[in-house]
């Protein structure tokens, strides 16, 4: 037979939730994978659009 278990939501929301410190970690790697996945899709227009001199090439 189950218990009869009285449970304590608002200490299992807490457990669940992020906190606003982690938000800001959860946001900051978001917005890294965006970034890469950007600059993989672009990697052949970033070099054409800003043309650089290497010493070599002159």
Same mark, same amino acid.
């Given at each position: 037979?189950?218990?009869?278990?009285?449970l304590?939501?608002d200490?299992? =929301?807490?457990?669940? /939730?992020?906190?606003?410190?982690?938000?800001?970690?959860? !946001? %900051?790697?978001?917005?890294?994978? =965006?970034?890469?996945? /950007?600059?993989?899709?672009?990697?052949?227009?970033?070099? !054409? %659009?800003?043309?650089?001199?290497?010493?070599?090439?002159?």
């Amino acid at each position: 037979m189950m218990k009869n278990e009285i449970l304590d939501y608002d200490k299992d =929301y807490r457990l669940r /939730l992020a906190t606003s410190k982690e938000l800001t970690k959860i !946001k %900051g790697y978001d917005f890294l994978n =965006y970034l890469t996945d /950007l600059m993989v899709k672009y990697s052949d227009s970033i070099g !054409k %659009g800003f043309p650089i001199e290497m010493e070599g090439e002159r």
